[in-house]
């Protein structure tokens, strides 16, 4: 019995001893690819030694004897950080994951490959100007240049995942950064989502009045620039057809639901309305959250000047941020710039379809996927003159296409002839306002509003390619339509000088939450759908709440957390609930229901994380929305995963006659709008008993509302999730301006998945006061410091500097990498 126990003895010890050395050879491995940025290196393609600081938040400083040469540190810094990531969006651009990740990624590389981003990428390189083309030939060669030290120097492959997934890495080319630029389009767009959800809906409803409830037109007139200061405390439809299997969501795809296709915040104070004299300046633009972050902090130092802010992976610029004399910020537009076309085959020949002068062959390519570890799939790629054919997979197009026909896509970030990079290039030396909005002019897609500042000035406009429809056109956009019809089809562009525009307010505060911003007449409108109607009217009131602001009441804007949707919304679905009757034994569903009605009568709508309230209007909402809508649309309430407060209001404001929405068509009595506020909070404290008990005081919004930084590849692989997913406890939610939007379905589906991944506030009193943060942090390699060093600074609401000034970058540096030419 001691020799057996002796022998189980070794041979757990010689098991955990193997274990530790698999471990360290598997760390060491990994770590062979953390950058070291405290050397000196001679490399390929600089004309002058280029000196990259990065300072003790990990931000490179980019100084180089010209614009060719800070390029190419830019793109020398982004391989150090980054290169995963990079050469991810490239493959996603590309519809080339299927090499690498198998058939899980089929679905999205041909989607993407019918949309052929990539070709349009390549064919819109010889479309730039000079400055730009030099911009991204330079910034390829820096990343080329940190591809050749990881061959030459055995770097771990460059990246950890680069040992589970091993594939080949091309060199890097201008179309890569454009196609990067496209995608980020791609994941901003929504309208297409919008059209076949109206069609379907429509298909369901037969009364108009009811399709204006549910998918209502945001009220209102349009708001950018607010007045003189006062204080404000005192169709068509389709036949149709079975349903299809839509692709399932994956964290690697790039289609985003359309409650998650974009949104940010943007405003700006002129010197009027600033206490210091200067111009101020806040955005903060929300995209989908990941580990690593979207963003990447940098600065660059260009001839015209430095420029400090954000950047993407991928791309040669500084796409929000500043310089010494100008500062600029985006908001998605939610422009119009998508339009489906249905397309009528030739009965007799389904190579043709109709066009307005007659049958036409389509422009057909054979594409070749490769797959890993299978063979590979060729599939033939079909264009019609509105665009490319789409499958009836993605997003239901199955559904409202009829037999004998197809479904085309026109959508401006499909133009071959795209000048946005060279854009977005020319802003950053821009040395004001009014240069700017001439840079503006070549903005193609993604559709923003642009905001800027300089010294004395303030403006918004919108850019990118504004369609030109038919006055006649036969669903005005809003919905799929017949596109052998010539009034059906764009006319071309409206001229960018006709883009709406709002230069030097007299009121002297812009702004923009994805709200409408203006308010004219089809087809001279930006779009049917805005992303905001709710966080528009606390950012009137913060604004309008003080005379003057500084930098620090524009921070306290951006972080705000009070809910105006739950301070509107609870009064009116509530009014009947409160305080009604003697209280309840305890422990009945009658008790538990005036305990939630005690604590939200007491709230002041404030979306904290520590509280319980936020969690239990969220859920009554929620079950509102399924209460009143399930019966009339049936397995269709399952598209609407976010309450839309303004439906709510219509309802139980009875306007147009919406209070019907409460009555149960398959029931025999008739409800009203009390009973099923009533019975909507009952499902909403089941759902939160089943999870987290009775006890409503003891509730965390943080809990639920966790902003999930996951990696879209390791992030559900078993163990390794703890190490490279960020989940952290916040504050806000879908209608806050510190927006936290959740995602809407799924076991949780208050997970926050989708907001400020980059926040920045510019005071151009004293612009090196000016502040910025990511949410995560500068680098993708989950064992650098750096991986998520910024996250809970984010969380918790702080900002880094946001200098020029040499000498700060260089105090406390983490390194200085010296690139000279070989």
Request: hydrophobic share 40%; proline share 7%; with cysteine.
């Amino acid at each position: 019995m001691a020799r057996l126990l002796k022998w189980v003895i070794r041979i757990t010890g010689a098991a955990l001893l193997l274990g530790l050395i698999a471990v360290g050879v598997f760390y060491m491995l990994l770590s062979r690819s953390l950058p070291d940025y405290d050397k000196s290196l001679a490399v390929s393609g600089l004309t002058a030694p280029v000196e990259i600081v990065r300072d003790n938040a990990n931000v490179p400083h980019v100084f180089a004897a010209s614009d060719r040469d800070a390029y190419f540190g830019l793109g020398y810094a982004h391989a150090q950080d980054r290169l995963w990531q990079m050469t991810t969006l490239r493959r996603t651009a590309q519809g080339r994951l299927s090499e690498v990740f198998g058939t899980r990624t089929l679905n999205i590389d041909k989607l993407l490959r019918r949309l052929d981003l990539y070709g349009a990428a390549r064919a819109s390189v010889e479309m730039q100007d000079s400055e730009t083309l030099i911009a991204l030939d330079a910034y390829a060669a820096g990343v080329n240049a940190r591809l050749e030290e990881i061959n030459s120097d055995a770097l771990g492959r460059g990246a950890p995942e680069m040992f589970l997934f091993n594939a080949p890495i091309s060199p890097w080319q201008p179309a890569d950064s454009i196609a990067i630029l496209k995608l980020m389009a791609l994941q901003l767009s929504g309208h297409l989502a919008h059209e076949v959800r109206r069609t379907r809906v429509s298909l369901m409803l037969n009364d108009k009045d009811r399709l204006r409830d549910i998918l209502p037109d945001d009220p209102g007139q349009g708001i950018a620039a607010l007045p003189e200061y006062a204080s404000l405390f005192p169709p068509q439809s389709l036949p149709r057809y079975a349903e299809t299997t839509r692709m399932p969501r994956d964290p690697l795809s790039p289609f985003a639901p359309p409650e998650l296709a974009g949104a940010s915040n943007a405003w700006a104070a002129a010197p009027a309305r600033s206490a210091a004299g200067g111009t101020l300046l806040a955005n903060d633009p929300h995209l989908g959250f990941s580990a690593p972050g979207v963003w990447y902090l940098a600065r660059l130092d260009l001839a015209s000047g430095g420029v400090i802010g954000g950047t993407i992976p991928g791309i040669p610029a500084i796409i929000v941020g500043r310089s010494a004399r100008l500062g600029w910020a985006v908001t998605s537009s939610y422009l119009d710039d998508q339009d489906l076309f249905i397309e009528k085959l030739n009965p007799e020949n389904p190579e043709q379809y109709q066009t307005p002068d007659g049958f036409k062959a389509f422009e057909t390519r054979n594409s070749i996927i490769q797959i890993k570890d299978h063979d590979p799939v060729t599939m033939t790629l079909r264009w019609t003159d509105n665009g490319p054919v789409l499958p009836g997979t993605h997003y239901d197009l199955g559904t409202v296409t009829p037999k004998g026909h197809v479904a085309a896509l026109a959508w401006t970030a499909l133009s071959r002839r795209d000048t946005t990079m060279s854009a977005a290039i020319e802003l950053m030396s821009a040395a004001d306002v009014s240069e700017a909005l001439e840079a503006g002019e070549r903005y193609i897609a993604p559709s923003q509003n642009l905001t800027l500042v300089d010294q004395n000035n303030i403006a918004m406009k919108l850019v990118g390619a504004m369609p030109r429809r038919a006055a006649d056109h036969e669903s005005q956009g809003r919905m799929p339509s017949r596109g052998w019809i010539a009034r059906n089809r764009w006319q071309g562009r409206i001229p960018y000088a006709d883009n709406p525009e709002f230069i030097a307010p007299r009121g002297g505060i812009l702004g923009n939450t994805n709200n409408k911003t203006v308010d004219q007449p089809f087809p001279n409108h930006v779009s049917f759908v805005w992303g905001d109607t709710q966080r528009i009217h606390r950012w009137e009131r913060l604004m309008q709440g003080r005379e003057v602001h500084t930098r620090d009441s524009f921070i306290e804007a951006q972080l705000d957390t009070v809910s105006f949707t739950a301070r509107s919304i609870l009064p009116l679905i509530g009014a009947d609930l409160w305080f009604t009757g003697t209280p309840s034994p305890e422990g009945t569903q009658e008790r538990l229901r005036e305990d939630a009605l005690r604590l939200l009568a007491d709230w002041n709508g404030e979306m904290n994380e520590h509280q319980p309230e936020p969690l239990i209007y969220a859920a009554w909402l929620r079950a509102l929305q399924v209460r009143l809508a399930k019966d009339e649309l049936g397995p269709l309430i399952e598209e609407f995963t976010h309450a839309d407060p303004v439906f709510i209001e219509r309802v139980y404001r009875d306007v147009d006659g919406a209070a019907i929405w409460c009555d149960v068509r398959q029931s025999s009595p008739q409800e009203t709008c009390t009973d099923i506020a009533r019975l909507a909070l009952d499902d909403a404290l089941v759902w939160i008993s089943d999870r987290y008990g009775n006890a409503l005081e003891s509730l965390r919004w943080g809990d639920v509302h966790q902003a999930t930084h996951d990696h879209p590849v390791l992030g559900e692989v078993p163990v390794l999730r703890y190490f490279v997913n960020i989940r952290q406890s916040t504050s806000g939610g879908d209608h806050t301006l510190l927006r936290g939007r959740t995602i809407g379905e799924g076991p949780n589906p208050y997970h926050n998945v989708h907001g400020a991944g980059y926040r920045g506030v510019y005071d151009f009193a004293d612009p090196d006061s000016s502040v910025f943060m990511i949410s995560t942090g500068q680098s993708g390699h989950f064992l650098s410091r750096h991986y998520d060093d910024m996250a809970q600074l984010w969380r918790r609401g702080e900002y880094i500097p946001m200098s020029l000034d040499p000498d700060l970058a260089r105090a406390a540096s983490v390194g200085v990498t010296l690139l000279s030419p070989r």
